[in-house]
């Protein structure tokens, strides 16, 4: 269990920190909003998921990447402690990943929106595989849900609002083919949009940053042939920096040195099927209304020690954002919806089948006017360059 505190006095933004096991990124999130007299908080994580990295030594790196000057003077003080719990007849172990493959960390931008990472020396005996994604984005991307499509914000250039609309999805690909797709979760952080509002109780989810997890059993064949593989992961319609930082979490054959497979089905199209909508009001304002979908299907198999087990990954997603901006740019009225279903099933030789399910329903609304609206403040220094 990760426990983590953290005190700050004075004036500062909202930061960014994370912690590294070895080359593994294992936690990552943003920090309370400080104010003069003082504060400490507290949040705990999980870690046992990766727990194979804990059996050897291992260096750590983290902590909270902060600025300060003259007007912003808070210094975080940190303390992080890891706490083992033995298993024993009665409190079993639970079934976590053999192997954790850290990929390391990269910044997508709006000018180069695909990173690569590379995935070497892998087991040679994988039987499930795992894909986990620390995301988060910056600057004009910060709050994406609230940005405009280009021709929208052209129309209000005093507003200097951010373009690039309102969709956001990071797609992943293994070796060329594409891999997995996900949305992610509208954060708030201590500094967006009203940062009184997060005084003195943060929004949902911002102390630790639930990373998001693609299901690529259906590669396991091209993972275990003993080469190095490409990972790519892609922002989509990105505008400015985007955090991501990727680990494999790989099962392993405990009764066989190799496994063999191979990729059936892979039906992820490039990019969503979009539609945009624009209308022009009586009053000089724009109703923008941007959809999204996504629904994908891929397929593999491989050969284990107990025989061929077969696994199908499928997603079905919709995305809404209507905008109405008014006040010449300078007052945004945004309903969202982001909602989806991936279901991951594995038949093995006997007929027996595994289904997972995981559905997810992020719905927010954002009423905003800005007297005098500036390009939105990132965490600075970014947690990795």
Not at 208 to 218: G, I, N, R, S, Y
Not at 308 to 330: I, K, L, M
Request: net charge negative; aromatic share 10%.
């Amino acid at each position: 269990m990760l426990d983590w505190t953290t005190s700050v006095k004075g004036r500062q933004y909202d930061r960014s920190g994370s912690l590294d096991i070895g080359s593994t990124m294992v936690y990552f999130g943003t920090t309370y909003e400080p104010d003069p007299a003082g504060n400490t908080y507290h949040f705990a994580k999980d870690l046992t998921e990766y727990r194979s990295l804990l059996t050897s030594p291992q260096t750590f790196n983290g902590g909270i990447g902060n600025y300060t000057s003259s007007v912003d003077n808070g210094v975080y003080s940190q303390t992080v402690t890891l706490t083992y719990y033995q298993a024993d007849r009665a409190n079993p172990a639970p079934a976590e990943p053999d192997t954790v493959v850290g990929l390391g960390s990269q910044n997508a931008t709006g000018t180069q929106q695909t990173v690569h990472m590379t995935a070497a020396d892998l087991p040679r005996n994988i039987t499930h595989a795992y894909l986990e994604v620390y995301i988060k984005g910056n600057g004009c991307d910060e709050q994406w849900f609230t940005d405009v499509p280009n021709d929208v914000a052209a129309k209000f250039p005093a507003a200097q609002m951010c373009g690039n609309g309102p969709y956001r999805e990071v797609d992943a690909a293994i070796d060329g083919h594409a891999a997995g797709v996900t949305q992610y979760f509208p954060y708030i952080y201590t500094g967006g949009i009203v940062p009184e509002l997060w005084r003195p109780i943060p929004a949902v989810g911002t102390f630790d940053m639930a990373p998001e997890l693609l299901d690529v059993t259906p590669f396991v064949g091209d993972l275990v042939n003993g080469g190095s593989h490409d990972v790519a992961l892609t922002v989509a319609d990105a505008g400015d920096v985007w955090n991501l930082s990727a680990n494999l979490l790989l099962y392993t054959d405990h009764h066989a040195a190799t496994t063999r497979g191979a990729l059936t089905e892979d039906t992820i199209a490039p990019t969503a099927v979009m539609s945009q909508q624009e209308s022009t009001g009586a009053n000089g304002s724009v109703t923008a209304t941007v959809d999204a979908r996504r629904n994908w299907r891929t397929s593999g198999y491989v050969i284990t020690s107990a025989g061929r087990e077969t696994t199908t990954v499928t997603q079905q997603a919709s995305f809404s954002n209507a905008d109405v901006v008014t006040q010449g740019g300078f007052a945004q009225d945004v309903t969202e919806r982001d909602q989806g279903t991936n279901v991951s099933v594995t038949t093995d030789s006997r007929g027996s089948t595994q289904v997972s399910t995981h559905q997810w329903s992020y719905p927010i609304s954002v009423n905003l006017y800005d007297q005098g609206r500036t390009t939105t403040t990132s965490p600075w220094p970014p947690p990795w360059t």
